[in-house]
């Protein structure tokens, strides 16, 4: 299973510009995966123990201009693979 994860998670690498924004983008995901409540940037922050700061880098990380969710999206779902 952590295999499985290590390397679903790994295929976005390329899509983002720095390293630490594909980090926080794991952890967002895995607190998909691991979390009994998701409601919203609080929900993650309780489920890894976050302070203020944790809140606002969150928040950052969603308005930030290093990654794009429409290449997340591309990356998963390829355009070609949909069948419309």
């Not at 880098?57 to 999206?73: C, G």
Request: glycine share 4%.
């Amino acid at each position: 299973m952590h295999s499985y994860l290590y390397h679903a998670v790994g295929s976005f690498r390329s899509l983002f510009s720095h390293h630490r924004t594909w980090l926080k983008f794991a952890l967002i995901i895995l607190g998909f995966i691991a979390s009994t409540e998701m409601v919203g940037v609080s929900s993650w922050c309780r489920f890894w123990l976050l302070d203020v700061n944790g809140y606002h880098s969150l928040l950052q990380f969603f308005r930030s201009n290093a990654w794009s969710l429409r290449e997340v999206i591309h990356q998963q779902f390829p355009p070609s693979k949909i069948n419309i």
